[in-house]
């Protein structure tokens, strides 16, 4: 078992198969077969919301705070190895989660009323529209600063401070807008959704 949770492609794998059989007990069952579909887009969904966020939150508790105690000579393990990686997974999860959440409320029927912020849609179209911003911040402001604050595009010492500074500002102003976005995205399947 250590072989398989020490290799991450092998974990995922074994998660992925994991999943593979209880959507097949789900069908077994006799579950309606687009009541699973919508659940396992739904799961999917969650995953990269979580994935998304959760790199979010290392940032913003982790990352960005440690960095002035870091040593100057360990610094470029975080910069040229953690961050871009980190950042990858980031940028990817947060486009996985939007497509994935805008293709549930199309299927759903309810994508244009929560967009136009409709009577009984509201809760859920603030949240969408939350996660279209933070979504857009992360991909044409904190990215693109990101690049040049960590040297993967060429720019000099106040470049590099300047895009820093500014990426930070955009991922935190992300970290502020996730909480009301998890509680929209959260109490609309509660009933609570005006």
């Known amino acids: ?58 940032f913003n508790f982790v990352q960005i705070p440690t960095m002035p105690s870091v040593p100057a000579e ?35 029927g309810y994508l244009g009323p929560a967009l136009m912020l409709q009577e009984g849609f509201r809760v859920i179209g603030i949240g969408m529209w939350l996660g279209l911003i933070m979504a857009f ?17 060429d720019g000099d010492a106040d470049a590099k401070a300047k895009a820093g500074k500014t990426a930070m500002i955009f991922s935190r102003t992300n970290f502020v807008l996730s909480f009301p976005m998890l509680y929209c995205m959260i109490v609309q399947g509660n009933g609570l959704g005006a």
Do not use: C, E
């Open 1 to 58: 078992m250590a072989n398989i949770l020490g290799n991450l492609t092998q974990a995922l794998f074994l998660g992925l198969v994991l999943l593979a059989g209880m959507i097949g007990y789900n069908l077994s069952a006799g579950a309606d077969t687009m009541a699973v579909v919508m659940g396992t887009l739904r799961t999917a969904h969650s995953w990269a919301g979580v994935l998304w966020i959760g790199l979010l939150y290392y």
């Open 74 to 108: 360990l610094k470029p393990g975080v910069t040229k190895y953690i961050a871009p990686k980190a950042l990858l997974y980031f940028r990817h999860a947060a486009l996985l989660t939007v497509i994935l959440g805008l293709a549930i409320a199309g299927h759903a």
């Open 137 to 153: 911040n992360v991909w044409f402001l904190i990215w693109p600063n990101q690049k040049i604050a960590l040297g993967i595009v």
